[in-house]
């Protein structure tokens, strides 16, 4: 089996020190930074934006997965992509799906994935046609919004579907309540990515912590 990538969310670090938290992080073997981008509409918290993932861009080498929880993301696609971001997940419910194919083609045209992602409540059936464009597909096992939530293991239930009707090379990321014991139902079902926040974040060794999510 592949190597299980790792993104810690920068939802759980300290704010005040980004910087040396991404290195902290960087340092104990995480393959990603999550960087969850939340507008106050698509999800009732607000965190941060394009001129943040620009500095972040100038402090790690590693890619940075910016997930936009946020209403017209296609609208930020191009700000965020000249930001420095490597991936940019979009949500399913924010947008028409007659735009999805082509949110999907302006991610590419800069060079980086394009990922989409799905709530606890949307029916896997709906987006099953968009894999073979999506480079990664991320399924929530909580409501997006808030870090620190109670793991959905109905949720990851949809992730055998998805494989068994995605490309290969798709990604499957999982983002919500993952610890050691939720890694493991993931994975098993066939997740290839997983964000954790405070999991990794509130660890007394955030290495060991990174490491027990492969």
């Known amino acids: 089996m592949s190597k ?7 939802l759980s670090a ?3 020190n980004l910087e040396r938290d991404i290195k902290v992080v960087e ?3 995480a393959d990603w930074i999550h960087v969850d981008v939340m507008d106050g509409h698509f999800v009732p918290n607000i965190t ?6 620009k500095s972040l861009r100038n402090v790690t080498k590693l890619p940075l997965d910016v997930h936009l929880m946020i209403e017209n993301p296609e609208k930020y696609i191009e700000p965020f992509a000249n ?4 991936i ?3 949500h399913y419910e924010a947008v028409k799906p007659e735009n999805i194919t082509e949110i999907i083609r302006t991610i590419k045209s800069f060079g980086i994935k394009a990922g989409m992602s799905i709530k606890p409540k949307t029916d896997v059936k709906e987006i099953l046609e968009y894999l073979p464009q999506l480079d990664m597909l991320l399924v929530m096992t909580v409501e997006p919004g808030f870090g ?9 239930e949809k992730i055998p579907t998805i494989k068994a009707n995605a490309p290969e090379n798709l990604i499957i990321q999982v983002d919500g309540g993952i610890n050691a014991e939720t890694a493991k139902i993931c994975t098993n079902f066939g997740a290839t990515s ?5 999991y990794i974040y509130k660890a007394e060794n955030i290495e060991q912590a990174i490491q027990s999510l492969r």
Do not use: E, H, R
Request: net charge negative.
């Open 4 to 10: 299980i990538i790792i993104s810690p969310s920068i």
């Open 14 to 16: 300290d704010f005040a």
């Open 27 to 29: 340092k104990a073997g």
């Open 48 to 53: 941060i934006g394009v001129p943040v993932v």
């Open 83 to 86: 930001a420095g971001s490597d």
């Open 88 to 90: 940019i997940t979009f």
């Open 148 to 156: 620190g939530q109670k793991f959905m293991q109905d949720c990851a």
């Open 194 to 198: 997983l964000v954790a926040g405070n």
